[in-house]
């Protein structure tokens, strides 16, 4: 059992931050307070507000060995009360925007919304539903969009740094 | 489809009743009600409801109940007999206001959990009856997800419908994009080239492996044993990284389009494949070999969330949720489509219908997928992948694949013009998530995490 435990941990596999121009612009339009009442740490709360789920699984892979969300400091929480982040996702349904609102209103201030993917920017292939809400930011104050059906855990790293980086 | 009289309805209704046919789908649209039914091949039978009610499937035959609820929401048509009326998908303006079951009995307590969960799910409502540790009833609420998808499909372009059946599960794409692809196929009389069946093939078993990886490892989480989330979260990535390099997106969204696929595979592709089959054959083996050996894991996976085979079969339950309870179906061998039927595979079937069947029905499946690919990637065929398509209505077409979580059932219809008149995309969760509510009876509130996570029905895919 030891030897599988430690197969595979002995070369690690986690890789050097990720850098992106857009992304670092998107930091410098950050509000310096928030950046600087944010800090270096972040606790994350993740909204599924009416996502097709692939936006979760690339959040779930920010877990993961090659990306190591922890290392930044950055780490989901199981309440929006224990939350400085919400990381929301999907074309908001209009069956999740009472309870998307009641988590935003849950997490105490300071807090910062990240609307993620393609529907939370802009409702992506659920426009003109009437089921749907629409964008993220119709709902609740967003802060910064990142965009991508789903965008790829590098670009959600970069997203987050940017909430970090840039004092 | 068949347009069949009330009569004819009634007798079918009957017949799944007593267990001679399994039910795949129910569906409307304005005015007309239909039913996918299994008796060796699909039928589909059609009802037209001029005064807006029909006889009620869900009466006799209880898989129908929440297909019906969802049917009556979205185009109103009543089922006349519909043991329980209540809204499904439609939560109206206040969607607190919803009338659970009562609950009547000394000592019991219930605990709402949802929609927003602890962890990155997606949102569901989960009404629990306890009394003291022990679950005396479930009782689920969905919804949340409602997209309106069956609503966006009427009047779509073909490019338009396209995408979006790849994003009504995403953990899915690719099956529901093979699905419908297919059922675009069979409505217009078109034949993909060979090597795009096979690429859709490759494909397919690629998400297969990194779903069943993922869910392996998160079974195993969610009984505490974090490590092998920890090395099935890599791997996971692995085919991830994989299908961008070979196919241009992680998840392979927008790959297989109809008339075949939009990228080709690479020699490079080819090579990048099957390092990546000689990786998790090499440290797969022992992962489960861990498993296996560990008491603390076996202790929470066997003999928990027991499913029968009796619901299992009833209810049509797909996927590692039927094969884990005895139910030997697998709609690439059991109705069989192109590449499938040129290729050798096993359906690994268990009967014990536990949490840890299921976690080993994924574990085999993964190795069954592994050999299919390598098959597909040896007698991969030249030429072509992909043929124009023209869309020309009215004309109607229906197809199933296998996802990695059940068979995926697309019905469509063109209109006229050409665009997408009707259509409506099933997910095997629909028979899946009311048998959750079955398996967790008798079971302690913290093994919910471990059954649910056996069972990963998809929200979305189910809300629509």
């Not at chain 2, 969802?70 to 048509?77: C, H, I, Q, T």
């Not at chain 2, 840890?356 to 597909?376: F, G, P, T």
């Not at chain 2, 694949?401 to 006229?416: H, S």
């Amino acid at each position: 059992m030891l030897r599988t435990l430690l197969q595979g941990l002995r070369s690690p596999v986690t890789e050097r931050v990720p850098y992106d121009p857009d992304i670092a612009a998107l930091a410098a339009n950050l509000d310096r307070v928030a950046q600087r009442k944010l800090g270096r740490s972040l606790s994350i709360r993740e909204v599924d507000a009416g996502s097709c789920n692939g936006c979760e699984l690339e959040i779930h892979a920010l877990n993961n060995a090659f990306y190591d969300l922890e290392r930044f400091g950055l780490r989901f929480v199981a309440s929006p009360r224990h939350a400085d982040v919400l990381m929301v996702t999907g074309p908001v349904t209009r069956n999740m925007r009472e309870a998307l609102e009641r988590t935003w209103r849950a997490t105490p201030d300071p807090k910062w919304v990240v609307a993620v993917g393609d529907c939370g920017a802009g409702c992506g292939v659920f426009a003109d539903s009437p089921a749907c809400v629409g964008a993220v930011a119709k709902v609740v104050p967003v802060d910064l969009v990142i965009r991508g059906c789903p965008p790829t855990p590098t670009q959600l790293l970069q997203g987050l740094l940017a909430l970090l980086s840039a004092r | 489809m068949t347009l069949v009289d009330v009569d004819y309805w009634q007798v079918a209704i009957r017949c799944l009743a007593a267990g001679e046919v399994t039910l795949l789908g129910l569906w409307g649209e304005p005015g007309r009600v239909h039913m996918a039914v299994f008796d060796h091949s699909v039928v589909v039978l059609s009802l037209d409801c001029p005064n807006g009610h029909y006889p009620s499937v869900g009466a006799l035959h209880a898989p129908a109940i929440r297909l019906e609820r969802a049917a009556r929401d979205l185009f109103g048509l009543d089922p006349v007999g519909l043991p329980d009326t209540r809204p499904w998908l439609e939560h109206g303006a206040n969607p607190t206001a919803y009338p659970f079951l009562p609950v009547e009995g000394e000592g019991l307590h219930q605990i709402p959990v949802g929609p927003v969960h602890a962890g990155i799910i997606e949102p569901g409502h989960f009404r629990f009856t306890a009394d003291g540790e022990t679950v005396v009833r479930l009782e689920q609420r969905l919804g949340y997800v409602h997209k309106g998808i069956d609503h966006l499909m009427h009047g779509a372009t073909l490019d338009q419908a396209t995408r979006l059946a790849g994003r009504v599960s995403g953990d899915s794409t690719a099956a529901y994009a093979f699905a419908f692809a297919r059922a675009v196929e069979a409505a217009l009389g078109v034949e993909p080239p060979p090597r795009a069946a096979w690429l859709r093939g490759v494909m397919a078993e690629m998400e297969r492996i990194a779903n069943h990886l993922g869910d392996f490892g998160a079974i195993c989480n969610d009984a505490s044993f974090s490590l092998m989330l920890a090395h099935c979260a890599m791997l996971r990535e692995r085919v991830l990284r994989c299908a961008v390099t070979c196919f241009g997106h992680r998840l392979m969204m927008d790959r297989i389009v109809p008339g075949g696929v939009a990228v080709d595979l690479t020699e490079d592709g080819i090579a990048g494949i099957r390092s990546l089959i000689d990786e998790i054959r090499a440290r797969f083996p022992a992962l489960v070999d861990l498993y296996d050996k560990t008491a603390s894991l076996q202790d929470r996976t066997v003999g928990t969330g027991i499913l029968s085979a009796d619901l299992a079969r009833r209810f049509g339950a797909g996927g590692y949720v039927g094969r884990a309870s005895g139910r030997d179906f697998d709609a690439r061998r059991s109705i069989g489509y192109p590449p499938y039927d040129r290729l050798h595979f096993e359906v690994p079937v268990l009967t014990e219908g536990d949490v840890n069947a299921r976690a080993l029905i994924r574990v085999k499946e993964i190795d069954q997928s592994l050999s299919l690919i390598e098959q597909m990637l040896n007698q991969l065929p030249v030429g072509e992948v992909r043929v124009a398509v023209e869309p020309h209505g009215p004309a109607e077409g229906l197809a199933i694949a296998e996802a990695f979580r059940g068979d995926v059932l697309v019905w469509l219809r063109f209109d006229p013009a050409g665009g997408i008149d009707r259509c409506h995309l099933r997910d095997a969760s629909w028979f899946q998530w009311p048998l959750l509510e079955a398996a967790i009876e008798g079971n302690i509130v913290a093994d919910f995490p471990l059954c649910n996570k056996s069972f990963n029905c998809s929200y979305s895919g189910h809300d629509l």
